[in-house]
DNA sequence: CGGGCGTTTGAAAACTGTCAATGCTAGTGG
DNA sequence: CCACTAGCATTGACAGTTTTCAAACGCCCG
């Protein structure tokens, strides 16, 4: 919400070089771009930006997770993506936007880097393979939305759920013993937002695959044990 | 799906100067697009280019209608929009990808210019307006997919298509006396496809709306009498 | 004028949501 | 270090919208 002071220390190069905006610049191109951000760390649950405000800065997330949700007139949120460590967001100038069209908030602790919307310009003009990267980036974001709506408009919530589970640990799964594990602290509810069903549907849903031993969850917590067989429970 | 031909005649300059991704161009320059445009004219019901296929062309939508779809593994179709003349479509290089992420087919006969996707570039760097414009489009594309999430995961059948309805109305309605009729033919399969329901849920509900007056239908026509009622039962 | 395709309608079944109540966990503060 | 509590999760019973299945109708185009 209130604007993103710069820290003292200068950032490290190494922070950008990496990234595939970023990632055909020269030393010197980087500096530049990194003596123009801001740096902000974010609790959990911290909204980044809002829904239909203007689109005054752009971001580079750099640790931790966050979440894209729209809030409907009475309240309901659906959340529309999880966007991992290393790529861009509050693009709104990408699709030609003032406002940003979602809410971004953050699922973990995160840090992420910004700029002001008024550089975007330069950026795309200046800086060899930003322009295409960031449109990839868009790509991506579109097809994932594009199959949540045929997901939602030809399948049963039971395979909604995997479908979405199935995602996350692919996107963001951190492997661990006898299993793989949502990176980020995930409730019943944030799943039911995001596969347009209730909380009460996901618990049950996930209690039966805890029998059958397919996931193992606790509180906030889920592990994957078997994908082959959730990917079999996703289709239809 | 075969490449299209240059028609023999040359092409008049007044069919792009009002649209919005060439509207500041000079005369000379649309000459120059015109030159390198092919023509074309498809039935309805004919297939524009198909979901997966290689993006090679680029299209310019003169006349007519085109629904976007999507195809599931199963056979069932999810409409993503519709397209009105006037607008660009296959614009895959937009976002950073190189084949088709849906299969565009016409709702009635229509005309439609298109140019080889190797021109996007030239496009973008040359024609002040065009990159703008076309990202434009598709801000707003991806704005009305993110609202079909919404109403999808938020609302009722009923609503959905009341919203549906609304917004065929709005983008594609044309006045006629007592009310507004969509502009093509559209069956209750296809209103189905673009609400997530069946054709049997939505026949109801349009008798039922036919009963109260807020609409009037004949196979493949369907007009609003009454759009404020509509708003109305389109709220939850 | 015929038939195909779009449409209508009824009845029954099925998912899934709603309501309600309780149990549990993890973090907080004394 | 332990008790407390707020938020998260579980579960049963029930209701209701919506789909599914089936059958028949009727408008339009060729």
Redesign the interface.
Known sequence: MDAPKPTLPRLDESLLTHLPPFSRLERRQIRTVLDQASVRRYDAGAHIFEEGAPADRFYMLLDGYVRVV?I???G?Q?T?LHIPAGQLLGI?K????ETY??TAMTATEALALSWPTRLWDDFVATYDGFA??T?????QR??E??T???E???QQVEQRVANALLRLVNQTGRKVEDGIEIDFPITRQDLS?LT?TTLHTVSRLLSAWEKLGLVESRRKRIKVRDPHALVVLAQ?
């Open positions: 729209r409907t007139a009475t309901e659906v529309a709104a990408a699709i030609g936007r069209p979602a295409t990267e449109y990839k980036t868009v790509g579109v097809g939305m594009n949540r709506v045929v939602m408009a030809t937002e347009a239809p």
